[in-house]
């Protein structure tokens, strides 16, 4: 699973990088941790570009991720941790 997180990060890297660096933190219970950060900017949609990663998280590890949290380290401005679970049936209720 670890080369096809590269590989989805490398090609989140080719759309938006240096604007924002994703890099792999950790998983576990079908989760994933991911630490975003750079200068990208909070009033443009900041969702926006954990989405994006989420879909291109999904179309290399061969099922649907989605956004289950997200924590801000000093307000945002050091960067963002984002947790992605495998979305399933009962996450649909």
Known sequence: MNEEIERAIAEFHDKVFPEVIVRHIGEGNNKLAFFF??????????????????????????????????????????GWI????????????
């Open 37 to 78: 950060t750079g200068p990208f900017c909070f009033s443009c949609g900041l969702s926006d570009y954990f989405d994006d990663f989420s879909f291109i998280l999904s179309k290399h590890l061969g099922e649907r991720y989605i956004v289950e949290d997200r924590h801000p380290l000093n307000d945002g401005d050091s």
């Open 82 to 93: 984002v947790i992605y679970v495998a979305e399933r049936e009962e996450n649909h209720n």
